[in-house]
């Protein structure tokens, strides 16, 4: 009897030393399955602003990890999760469009806010209240590289291949040629699917027509087999892909095909602007032993404008903290300056990076007119 009511007093003391009150936070990322390379980076980036803040308004923040296995009706189910089981006040994800969108839709019945770090088509924020993202836009992304490529490397004629399964791909692709073509540039379409693994057909097309450069507006597993079989077939212009080949995969897969691809992306540490961007890189070098990616720089970023958003909040309230979310006023991130506007959208400059003997090498950064 004595021994059970030490034990009581004993809980009581452990609980109001660890600060009795807590919220949650969930990181909803595709932590397994085909882009898993990609959740795990952007939740290594989530877990050291974690490290750095860790409460809010006096309460202490639980941070889930929900894994949405790279799949789309899983995308669903893991925000459904995190919102009624795990009871969380925001929600930082998804990374891949096409999972923001199913994952987003349940956000906003539910008047949860979300903030996806890397999510870049339109679609994912539009109409909504409480879908936000760290990111820039697709119109946006696409203008950038075709400016790039028309202004800088002096590209006319490109091939544009688009993978049908992505919300992603098929709106990056339709964004660059608009752009492209408004410069005065030409432009034809190669289509592909996610797991396709022979692009013989397309890229035979596409040696007929001989292009300055090939477009590629997918993930990185087929951006790298294309590399490698258009080299294989003799191409030998340009290749110019999107933020779906920021993974160091692009250049395990891809070898020697992938050396002098351009694509555009959020962040490289060499563009590192900020002096909290500058605590990033040293504490993820650190604890990781290697440099972030795009990827971990904006899942930092994601975690700290929520935490900001709850702060001004003034209480963790949902509703409240969505709205906050969306007057976050030049917000000092790893990736930069960050202000998100009325429609959930960041602004922020577009990183060029090509591929260098075996890594990633930041070329510049450019805010694109041509949109
Ligand atoms: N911008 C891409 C998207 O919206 C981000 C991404 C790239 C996600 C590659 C996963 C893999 O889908």
């Known amino acids: 009897m004595k021994g059970k009511v030490l034990l009581v007093a004993l809980l009581i003391t452990l609980a109001s030393v660890a600060g009795a009150a807590t919220i949650k936070v969930a990181a909803v990322v595709p932590y ?8 795990q980076m952007a939740w290594q980036g989530v877990e050291i602003a974690h490290e750095m803040k860790s409460s809010v308004l006096g309460y202490d923040v639980e941070l889930v990890l929900i894994d949405n296995r790279s799949d789309k009706v899983e995308a669903a189910n893991a925000v459904a999760r995190a919102i009624d089981y795990e009871k969380v006040v925001g929600i930082i994800g998804e990374i891949a469009s096409s999972h923001s969108l199913a994952g987003g839709a349940i956000a906003e019945k539910k008047g949860v806010p979300m903030i996806s770090p890397t ?59 608009a752009s492209f073509k408004k410069l005065g540039g030409s ?46 077939l003799g191409y030998e212009g340009l290749f110019l892909t999107g933020d779906g080949s ?70 963790p309230d949902p509703k409240k903290i969505a ?7 030049d917000f000092e991130g790893a990736s930069g300056i960050i202000t998100i506007g009325p429609d959930g959208n960041a602004m922020k400059p577009v990183v060029i990076d090509t591929v260098k003997e075996g890594a990633f090498h930041y070329v510049t950064s450019i805010i694109p007119e041509t949109l």
Do not use: W
């Open 32 to 39: 397994t399955g085909g882009i898993a390379s990609f959740g």
């Open 246 to 315: 920021d993974a160091p995969e692009l250049i395990e897969i891809g070898g020697e095909a992938v050396e002098g691809l351009y694509f555009t992306t959020h962040y490289h540490p060499d563009g590192t602007t900020t002096k909290i961007g500058q605590e990033f890189l040293k504490r993820f070098r650190e604890k990781y032993g290697k440099d972030p990616s795009a990827f971990a720089a904006l899942g930092f970023d994601a975690y700290m404008i929520l935490l900001d958003a709850i702060e001004r909040a003034g209480k």
């Open 187 to 232: 432009a034809f379409n190669e289509f592909y699917r996610t797991g396709d693994q022979d692009f013989t057909a397309q890229l035979t097309d596409v040696l007929n027509k001989n292009p300055d450069a090939i477009y590629i507006t997918g993930y990185y597993p087929e951006i790298a087999l294309i590399c490698r079989q258009a080299r294989d």
């Open 323 to 329: 709205e906050e979310i969306r007057k976050t006023k």
């Open 119 to 177: 999510s870049t088509n339109p679609l994912v924020t539009q109409g909504k209240k409480f879908v936000n993202r760290a990111c820039f836009i697709d119109p946006y992304q696409g203008a950038a590289m075709a400016e790039f490529a028309f202004k800088e490397l002096g590209v006319r004629s490109v091939a544009v291949f688009t993978d049908i399964e992505q919300d992603y791909s098929v709106g990056l692709s339709a964004f660059f040629r």
